[in-house]
């Protein structure tokens, strides 16, 4: 199809090209059924609408939310589902009806009602990419909308509060990846070797709850235990996404090498590996080995730190 | 529940073995009750139907206020209320019936994931239709919903429910969805539902499980409430396939030998 299509969509950190869990979903959809998109991420400046981002527009439509982006999308001849049966469509339809009940209302609290992880690291990069003075307005707004969403399809009327539901989300949440971890088992994608509807929006919810780096981590703990669901992810990455932002190779399906592909992912992990270690070694205390750590050491960190000053 | 109470109850429902007594309770039948909550109810009754449990159904117009969560339909069992099939389910599971023991993990996950498609979709398909669209509300659901009560107290209840029904509407983005939209994600829920069960006689084959008690009671109710217009109903009977799924199970559970009355 001629028509130039873009999309809005917020931009992307921390290894992942968009940190938004939606605008993920359409773009790695894209990439899997072919479709050229071009992609605008939404900065500080005040051209382009941060509505309800991601945003597709053609020459003559504007079309908003995930799902009928790709409705849209598969209109258009790009459909990544034209190789699956009618029951693994059907099956796509439930285990999506079940990651938006389950799986994203846990989503939604560990990055925007979490007050340690809001402050810290959802707020500052959300504003940062908002010019002022929305900046003030627009984060505050996303976090009310979430918490609103949790508390009316968790909580208990009339009186709605948070404490109650947490403990509940999170359990749901952790069921969820099991279950997703389950079904997919050891095979590459959902449905055999091509992916699909399903593992994009699987790696649309996952992939942020992966890759950014919260203070307060117990869900991301859980998935990063599960390590088909992890590999799956730094799959996508490193096949449909790495190529693009080098600029090495025009977007589109294309089957990486191999041996290319397990190259870049050894790679990825010493890579991972080693920031991890240097991590730890620039915040354990640069002071005598006789002081007592400081309070605001994390557990983990203090026990990698006690295994330093034992070694000799 | 917290997680300790949720712990303390199934501890609990484990020792004591199913009582004659059990009752379920919900709205009257005749002049109150919602679609909605009907497939709800139905749904938990096919459900205590396929375990072998008896239940005695009770209708009281003050039923969603005695419910532990706010919804019905409950059951009372022992001295413990539990409300709300998945609640429920755990529960009877604790007492040594279940009816997805005979699943490997995966289809557990599948049957999971067809059970939130079913309250994702065809729920809140129900719900928009009973307090969003306004030929509905009017005609049907702001008569029925405060039907026990005196004026002005039916119309201050129902103004109260439809607000707080549209509030979640628009928090999870079906506020701004036409009745037309609706009805497409309705057909699409059906036909999902309809390819996975395909030619078999249940989802998962030769034995119910809590899924077919959930899709027989929201299909059910779907097929046999008469709403302002049909096209809910329609959307249903273009798969026939899951008519004859219906039609199985009010055969087998409700009509064989007396057990237990449909409305």
Known sequence: MAAPLELSCWGGGWGLPSVHSESLVVMAYAKFSGAPLKVNVIDNTWRGSRGDVPILTTEDNIVSHPAKILNFLRKQKYNADYELSAKQGA???????????????????????????????????????????????????????????????????????VQEVEAQIYRDAKECLNLLSNRLGTSQFFFGDTP?????????????????????????????????????????????????????????????????????QLVNK???????????????????????????????EEESNSIQRLSP | MSLVAEAFVSQIAATEPWPEN????????????????????LAVQAFLQMCNLPVKVVCRANAEYMSPSGKVPFIHVGNQVVSELGPIVQFVKAKGHSLSDGLDEVQKAEMKA????????????????????????????HARYGSPYPWPLNHILAYQKQWEVKRKMKAIGWGNKTL????????????????????????????????????????????????????????VKNYSNLLAFCRRIEQHYFEDGGKGRLS
Request: glycine letters at 4%.
């Open chain 2, 114 to 141: 067809y059970m939130e498609l079913v309250n994702n979709m065809l729920l809140t398909a129900e719900l928009y239709l009973q307090w969003c669209d306004e030929a509905t509300v009017g005609e049907i659901t």
């Open chain 1, 196 to 264: 699909s509807t399903l593992d994009a929006y699987v790696f649309g919810f996952l992939a942020p709850l992966y890759k950014v780096h919260f203070p307060k981590v117990q869900l991301q703990e859980h998935l990063k235990q599960l390590s088909n669901l992890c590999r799956f992810c730094d799959d996508i990455l490193s096949s449909y996404f790495r190529l693009s932002l080098e600029g090495t190779s025009p977007a589109g399906q294309e089957t990486v090498d191999a041996n290319l592909q397990k190259l870049t």
């Open chain 1, 91 to 161: 099956d796509t339809l439930a285990y999506i009806a079940l990651l938006e009940e389950k799986l994203l209302p846990a989503v939604l609290h560990t990055f925007w009602v979490e007050s340690d992880n809001y402050f810290t690291v959802t707020k500052p990069w959300f504003a940062s990419r908002i010019p002022f003075p929305l900046s003030l307005i627009l984060p505050g707004k996303m976090s009310r909308g979430a918490l609103n969403r949790i508390l009316l399809t968790r909580g208990e009327p009339p009186l709605y509060r």
């Open chain 2, 22 to 41: 059990a009752t379920l309770y919900q709205q009257l039948k005749g002049e109150q009750i919602l679609l909605s909550d009907n497939a709800a109810s």
């Open chain 1, 270 to 300: 010493e890579s991972n590996l080693i920031e991890k270690m240097d991590d730890n070694l620039r915040q354990s205390p640069q002071l005598p080995p006789r002081k007592l750590p400081t309070l605001k050491l994390t557990p983990a």
């Open chain 2, 180 to 235: 037309d939209q609706v009805l497409e994600d309705v057909d699409q829920c059906c036909q999902a539902l309809s390819q996975r069960l395909g030619t078999q006689p249940y989802f998962f084959n030769k034995q119910p499980t809590e899924l077919d008690a959930l899709v027989f009671g929201h299909l059910y109710t779907i097929l046999t409430t008469q709403l302002t217009n049909d096209e809910l109903s329609e959307k």
